[in-house]
């Protein structure tokens, strides 16, 4: 059994900072936490950075530059620095993890990221 909880969400005005913490717990040695994706409100879930196989990071095109992934490893968790924000950011922001023996996926309950203008 695998969990993954995210926290760090909030209401920040445009050009303010975030970050978002993806803890994961229970079976942890069994998944890969990927990294995190976003669903804004009438719009499909996007990927937002994850870690690649080889080990690097890859973003998707609108947050290059102004968002950072990590993780520490020894905490089972996943960080998503968030800079300069924009109102498009607006969404709730799920943590994806994928189970290694059989790529079943996880996905957390998600945390809402509001950005006014």
């Known amino acids: 059994q695998v969990q993954l909880v995210e926290s760090g969400g909030g209401l920040v005005q445009a050009g303010g900072s975030l970050r978002l913490s993806c803890a994961a717990s229970?079976?942890?040695?069994?998944?890969?936490?990927m990294g995190w994706y976003r669903q804004a409100p009438g719009k499909q879930r996007e990927l937002v950075a994850v870690?690649?196989?080889?080990?690097?990071?890859d973003y998707a095109d609108f947050v290059k530059g102004r968002f950072t992934l990590s993780r520490d490893n020894a905490k089972n968790t996943v960080y998503l620095q968030m800079n300069s924000l924009k109102p498009e950011d607006t969404a709730v922001y799920y943590c994806?993890?994928?189970?290694?023996?059989?790529?079943?996926?996880?996905w957390g309950q998600g945390t809402q990221v509001t950005v006014s203008s």
């Open positions: 994806k993890g994928v189970r290694r023996s059989n790529y079943y996926i996880y």
């Open positions: 229970g079976s942890t040695s069994s998944i890969n936490v």
């Open positions: 870690f690649t196989s080889g080990g690097s990071t």
